[in-house]
């Protein structure tokens, strides 16, 4: 075990390889070494145009131009998640950034909206809630004001090969090392089985202390290197392939992404400014592949610019996320589908607690426990978080719907449903990327309904009640006003 990590070694050039290379460098102190190996006949998963709102964070502490990195990226402004056809065919509802409403007291917003709602109001959760209004409205602007009425969180959607190649420059230009070459083979240290170098088809070889990998779905270090062990979670979410197809972009981009379910599986639209990302997410299972890309082409709102390319995978992740001197992040760690848009989010998470942890005077093991436990608990927060689009639903146009309904679920996600049912409760874990308002409007679009309020909503009276709740609304509609079409602004803001 090296006493200090003077030498850190990326394995892989794909979107987890750059972001990792560029924060390391930006956090670490220059006297540590990072070099970066990719192989371009090889290539990146090239998928992944969707994120969440901390992405901002991230690129703000690298010290990233926002307008540069639109500009660079084709990137547009993400406000939500339209979910089509999720409950039963022809419903739909939306999962935004945003939170309904405002802070009112002990409980949460949508306490007060159910009672509100059973005193007679006619409007959604949703109606009081910004993200929502502006999508369906299709604008956006930047609203520079601490009222938190008017806060408006956002992400965006990108085409994640360039983000790679945006962060590369920034890496490189930090000093990153980047080599070229294949790794064909990682040489262990006998006695520790940590790994010490990687072999390129070149004969080269690249030394280091620490070694993270991001070899994408191969898992080249962590699983292939190390054999550590890859938890299979497909019997709950069973979807083990994606086809994805460009096509030409739409003459008005939307500032969210919409998710449309299928008989089986689901599709993404996600608008660029240069073209939109399409593609199907579907359980071999239940739907062949010349199905799928056949569903797919035939829901495409513009031209198809390429024919469809599959991807497989298996929906769980690796025991441990770090194990000895290997580090995973991205798609080696683990493969949740695309539903929320978390992946990237997952890179991130995954390179900000390697960089609390990082290893000082040689690797801990208790601290590599803390890591891989963190960790866990991320990726089953997620795992149960979409598990729920699926289970609970109201369709009954096929097996695949029927057996998702039907299935068996994960304690903790049979606990949340059921207390969110009889008592509106959102029990919300730290490790939770998804604040309260994301699981309630999950909750509810898919169709449940809570038998109760929390009896702090109570201390109003219904009248005091719906006076609030329409000076709530009034205020919400204000912001309205100052925004721009989205294009407009996309156009305005990256001149
Ligand atoms: C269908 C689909 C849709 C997705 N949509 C989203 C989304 O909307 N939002 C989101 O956040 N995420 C999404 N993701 C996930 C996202 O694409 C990935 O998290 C992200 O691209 C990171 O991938 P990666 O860098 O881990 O792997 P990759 O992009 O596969 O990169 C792997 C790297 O390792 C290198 N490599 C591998 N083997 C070797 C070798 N032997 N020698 C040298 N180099 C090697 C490759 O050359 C490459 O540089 C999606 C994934 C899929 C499959």
């Known amino acids: 075990m090296p006493q200090t990590i003077q030498n850190v070694v990326i394995a892989g050039g794909g979107t987890a390889g750059w972001m990792t290379a560029a924060l390391l460098r930006r956090v670490l102190s220059p006297t540590i070494r990072i070099e970066l190996v990719e192989s371009e006949q090889i290539g990146i998963v090239g998928v992944g145009e969707a994120t969440i709102p901390p992405i901002q ?19 547009t402004i993400k406000l939500a998640i339209k979910f089509e056809n999720w409950k039963t065919q022809g419903d739909s509802y939306y999962h935004t ?26 409007q959604s959760l949703w109606d009081f809630d910004l993200n929502y209004l502006s999508c369906q ?12 009425l008017y806060e408006m969180q956002y992400a965006y959607h990108f085409d994640s090969a360039l983000y790679g190649q945006f962060l590369r420059k920034t890496a490189e230009q930090a000093g990153v090392v980047r080599t070229e070459g294949i790794i064909e083979h990682v040489q262990q240290d006998p006695d520790s089985g940590f790994i010490t170098a990687l072999q390129l088809t070149n004969g080269q070889q690249i030394q280091g202390d620490l070694f993270i990998d991001c070899t994408g779905l191969r898992g080249l270090l962590i699983q292939q290197a190390l054999g550590v062990s890859y938890e299979d979670w497909s019997h709950w979410l069973p979807a083990d392939s994606a086809q994805a197809v460009p096509s030409e972009r739409f003459d008005k981009t939307l500032p969210y992404t919409r998710s449309i379910a299928h008989r089986v599986g689901w599709q993404w ?3 660029l ?26 829901n495409l709102d513009t031209k198809a610019l390429d024919t469809p390319r599959t991807i497989r995978f298996k929906t769980g ?33 995954g390179i900000v607690r390697l960089m609390k942890m990082f290893p000082n005077q040689g690797i801990s093991q208790a601290m590599v426990d803390l890591c891989n436990a963190e960790s866990k608990d991320e990726f089953e927060t997620i795992r149960d978080f979409i598990i729920l689009h699926y289970h609970v639903n109201q369709r009954d146009d096929s097996d695949f719907w029927r057996d998702m309904r039907n299935m068996a679920i994960p304690d903790r996600l049979a606990q949340k449903i059921a207390a969110f049912e009889d008592t509106a409760a959102i029990f919300n874990e730290q490790s ?7 699981w309630v409007q999950v909750m509810m679009g898919q169709g449940l309904d809570p038998k109760d309020y929390h009896p702090a909503a109570d201390a109003m009276d219904n009248a005091q009640l719906m006076d609030a709740m329409q000076q709530i609304y009034k205020a919400k509609q204000q912001p309205l006003d100052k925004l721009m079409n989205h294009d407009e602004f996309i156009k305005r803001y990256t001149a």
């Open 137 to 148: 409205q299709g604008k956006f602007n930047k609203i520079n004001t601490p009222n938190p």
């Open 57 to 75: 964070t991230f690129n703000q502490f690298l010290g990233i131009d926002e307008k540069a990195f639109l500009r660079e990226t084709h990137a």
């Open 97 to 122: 950034f945003g939170a309904p409403g405002t802070t009112m007291g002990f409980c949460s917003f949508h306490h007060y909206w159910l009672k509100a709602k059973q005193a007679g109001l006619a």
């Open 432 to 438: 939770d990327i998804f604040r309260d308002a994301s």
């Open 317 to 349: 992740r690796t025991d441990q996320q770090w194990c000895k001197n290997v580090v995973a992040i991205g798609l080696s760690s683990g493969f949740l589908e695309p539903l929320e848009s978390t992946s990237i989010h997952l890179i991130q998470s």
């Open 273 to 298: 400014t240069h073209r939109n990302g399409n593609g199907i997410v579907y359980s071999s299972q239940y739907l062949s592949d010349d199905e799928a890309g056949q569903t797919l082409l035939n």
């Open 269 to 271: 639209r996600i608008p």
